[in-house]
């Protein structure tokens, strides 16, 4: 919507960038190939120019550069240049754009603190740092302006989320920001079934394509969905047969240790729990739970008796110490303590459900080892990430993906 066939609206912040979505009701956007003055070709009528020789010479470069990707519920996004500054909500998107080679571009996060650094860390001769990385959000709430001040070339989000988290926000703030500063691009693929997300959800690596393309880095895309090939088919060549798998149980790191309040999950489709559908978990919770979620006391817990207990978001929201305190708690738990996951020493410290390709590609790995020791390697904690032997994927090749070796 940069623009319309009136020709009067001013030049945006960002000229060389064209949206070509629509807000309708509700606060959802439609899927469409171009704005109304965009005479079918997916030409933009900013006022670029004030000149004749100015408007040719701003219409061939347009023919020799520009290209465009499309994602609901956006539509078809035009690019006149690859993005040099970007924006995401958290992990998924944000680690999409840090695989691509992108991470000293990235300008602002929901919360830059909850990003799982400890996996970059893993990558030999990669360095990845939030410190200067915006918040986008304050007290909890999205901040209209802080985009302006950003001005990003492209915010990786899926407008309709925002919505969803922030009762002040609504389809003319979407607007604003597409059309005053510039698109969004995102899907949210945490989990499926939510309401109203009525539109399609994409898998982790259709979005990633998506983005990549955004990006124009098709290469670095197929070169670590190469890798996300390789995992599978050596999943799937180790994997022990569903009988001998044992049953694991989700359990939020972020539930009440202290009032023995649980917050417990199925093993969902969607982006969120990749690694354990793709590791075929049996889900200790899945014929318990009606719904999202459950809220279990120890009684609950232990009337289900997971073989291994998995707590979720444990290596992106606690240090090692947090979690080990808090497991500290379960075991000294008069009813906790007779968890078999307990007297087994099976408490895991889990995976954000806001995961990207290097994040998944960790947290596959991670799960694997929690879950199936003799035929993946044992897990001995968060330093087996940084091993170098028995690994499920090559760091080293990772890294110069990253880093733009390929």
Same mark, same amino acid.
Do not use: C
């Given at each position: 919507m940069r623009g319309d066939s009136s020709g009067e609206e001013p030049p945006t912040r960002r000229e060389y960038m064209k949206y070509g979505g629509a807000v309708i009701g509700g606060g959802l956007l439609a899927g469409c190939t171009g704005d109304s003055g965009s005479g079918g070709d997916g030409e933009s009528t900013d006022a670029r *120019?004030?000149? &004749?020789?100015?408007? !040719? +010479? %701003?219409?061939?470069?347009? *023919?020799d550069t520009s290209y465009s990707v499309t994602m609901e519920p956006m539509g078809t996004v035009e690019f006149d240049a690859p993005p040099e500054r970007w924006v995401s909500y958290l992990s998924t998107y944000g680690d999409m754009g840090i695989a691509l080679g992108k991470?000293?571009?990235?300008?602002?996060?929901?919360?830059?603190?909850g990003m799982p650094d400890v996996f970059y860390d893993a990558l030999p001769g990669v360095d990845i740092s939030f410190e200067d990385v915006s918040p986008i959000s304050g007290d909890g709430e999205f901040d209209k302006e802080i985009f302006y001040e950003l001005d990003a070339d492209v915010h990786l989000l899926d407008p309709n989320w925002i919505g969803v988290l922030a009762d002040d926000w609504d389809e003319d703030d979407t607007e604003e920001i597409a059309t005053g500063v510039d698109p969004f691009l995102g899907? #949210?693929?945490?989990?499926?079934?939510? @309401?109203?997300?009525?539109? &399609?959800?994409?898998?982790? #690596?259709? *979005?990633f394509e998506i983005v990549a393309d955004a990006f124009d880095e098709r290469e670095r895309y197929e070169a670590l969905a190469s890798v996300h090939d390789d995992v599978q088919a050596t999943i799937e060549e180790r994997l022990p047969p569903a009988a001998e798998r044992p049953t694991v149980g989700l359990v939020s790191v972020n539930s009440q240790f202290e009032n +023995?309040? /649980? #917050? !417990?999950? &199925?093993?969902?489709?969607?982006? =969120?729990?990749?690694?354990?559908? @793709?590791?075929?978990?049996?889900? %200790? /919770?899945? @014929?318990?739970?009606e719904g999202g979620y459950g809220q279990f006391d120890y009684e609950q817990l232990l009337d289900v008796d997971p073989? %291994?207990? !998995? /707590?979720? #978001?444990? /290596?992106?929201?606690?240090s090692t110490e947090e979690f080990e305190s808090r497991m500290e708690t379960m075991r000294a738990d008069p009813v906790g303590s007779q968890l078999s996951a307990v007297q087994n020493d099976r408490l895991y410290r889990g995976g954000? %459900?806001?995961?990207? &390709?290097?994040? =998944?590609l960790f947290q596959t790995e991670a799960a694997a080892r929690q879950f199936y020791p003799e035929a993946f390697g044992e897990w001995n904690g968060i330093e087996t990430l940084r091993e170098e032997s028995l690994t499920l994927f090559d760091r080293q090749?990772?890294?110069?993906?990253i880093g733009g070796d390929f």
């Open positions: *120019a004030t000149t &004749p020789e100015a408007t !040719v +010479a %701003a219409t061939e470069t347009d *023919a991470a000293d571009s990235l300008q602002g996060l929901w919360d830059p603190d899907n #949210y693929i945490r989990r499926r079934g939510d @309401d109203w997300h009525d539109y &399609p959800y994409y898998s982790l #690596y259709e *979005a +023995a309040t /649980f #917050y !417990v999950y &199925p093993v969902q489709a969607g982006n =969120n729990h990749k690694q354990y559908r @793709d590791l075929g978990m049996r889900g %200790a /919770f899945d @014929d318990h739970i073989d %291994a207990i !998995v /707590f979720q #978001y444990g /290596f992106s929201h606690v954000t %459900a806001y995961q990207g &390709p290097i994040v =998944n090749r990772v890294a110069d993906v």
